[in-house]
């Protein structure tokens, strides 16, 4: 499949481009492809190697029932000022 459009490139993204374009001596359209497809790999890889979030809990001292946001937010607020 082939698509065809029309893209702004910044300057730093135009100077690779030609760069690319000069060194392999190829045209724009491989050029980008190219481009595309290294930054595309380096994405995955980045991802793929990242460490999963883990959410770390401490205990603070309080039970509170969550049902009722305003007397949630009453406690934790007497509990600030009793600091």
């Known amino acids: 499949m082939t ?12 100077a690779a481009l030609d760069e ?15 481009l595309a497809r290294q930054g595309a790999a380096a994405r995955r890889a980045a991802t ?13 001292g309080l039970r509170v029932d969550v049902t009722n946001i305003g007397e949630v937010l009453d406690v934790l ?5 009793s600091r």
Request: hydrophobic share 35%; aromatic share 2%; charged share 40%.
């Open 48 to 60: 793929r190697d990242r460490v999963p979030f883990r959410q770390r809990t401490a205990s603070i």
């Open 20 to 34: 690319v374009r000069a060194s392999e001596s190829i045209g724009v359209s491989e050029a980008v492809n190219l």
């Open 3 to 14: 698509v065809r459009t029309t893209v702004t490139l910044d300057e730093d993204v135009a």
């Open 77 to 81: 607020d007497e509990d600030d000022r």
